[in-house]
């Protein structure tokens, strides 16, 4: 069983920065893909981030150029550093990572969430 942790979130002013972590526990053999979703009261839960283990990643357009995710293979740990933060930018974020058992199955992990808000 694995569980997955987030930290970083709170109360930011527009313009702002916040940085994400999201740390990996248990019965590990590997991890695949990491990501960083997102959702807002009333919205649909939208991806964000999401980086490949060999560090490829893509972003949703929303954020592009403001956010950077990245990874720390050895620590299982995902991050999400965030700038120039908007207000529609307010939600909770959630990491999920493709986590591979000593079975060799992978199944997806996900994180409870961590609340940014954005407001001045």
């Known amino acids: 069983q694995v569980q997955l942790v987030e930290s970083g979130g709170g109360l930011v002013q527009p313009g702002g920065s916040l940085r994400l972590s999201c740390a990996a526990s248990g019965t590990i053999f590997s991890i695949n893909a990491m990501a960083w979703h997102r959702q807002a009261p009333g919205k649909q839960r939208e991806l964000v981030a999401h980086?490949?283990?060999?560090?490829?990643?893509n972003y949703a357009d929303s954020v592009k150029g403001r956010f950077t995710i990245s990874r720390d293979n050895a620590k299982n740990k995902v991050y999400l550093e965030m700038n120039s933060l908007k207000l529609e930018d307010s939600a909770v974020y959630l990491c999920?990572?493709?986590?591979?058992?000593?079975?060799?199955?992978?199944?997806?992990?996900w994180g409870q969430g961590t609340q940014v808000t954005v407001s001045s």
């Open positions: 999920k990572m493709g986590v591979v058992g000593f079975s060799g199955v992978e199944y997806d992990a």
């Open positions: 980086i490949t283990h060999g560090g490829n990643t």
